[in-house]
């Protein structure tokens, strides 16, 4: 499932609802609505920071004047919460049994377990 983007700022743990692009040819910071989708060179921001930044001496910065929102899930968001949830509800497989002609602890085995998966390490 996807998760809501999160706040670009280091330690932030709130849901982004505006993004930051830098003109650099016209020295402006713009704080805008958060995009549709994550680009590079763009900052999402949560509330508090888009509301509060400030733009290096000599810049200025064009903000967005009306509220922030969180974007509305997407029918993909939809989807994968369901998936997800089909997903977890399925029983776990019943276990193999080991094969005999080969010893339990072997570590060059390749294996699942749930859904992860067991990688034999380089020689």
């Keep these: 499932m996807r998760s809501p983007r999160r706040c670009s700022r280091n330690g932030c743990p709130r849901q982004a ?7 650099y040819n016209e020295s402006t910071a ?5 995009a549709a989708f994550a680009e590079p060179h763009t900052y999402d921001l949560c509330e508090p920071h ?6 290096p ?7 967005h004047e009306g509220e922030f929102e969180p974007p ?24 193999r049994p080991p094969d005999p002609g080969q010893h339990h602890e ?18």
């Excluded at 072997?106 to 020689?123: A, D, E, F, S, Y």
């Design 17 to 23: 609802v505006a993004t930051l692009t830098y003109v």
């Design 30 to 34: 713009v704080v805008g609505p958060l």
């Design 50 to 55: 888009a509301r509060s930044l400030t733009a």
């Design 57 to 63: 001496r000599g810049w200025d910065v064009v903000r």
């Design 72 to 95: 509305p899930p997407t029918t993909d968001d939809l989807v994968a919460l369901a998936e997800a949830v089909r997903e977890a509800a399925r029983p776990a497989p019943a276990p």
């Design 106 to 123: 072997n570590p060059n085995q390749t294996g699942r377990r749930g859904h992860l998966r067991v990688i034999p390490p380089n020689h």
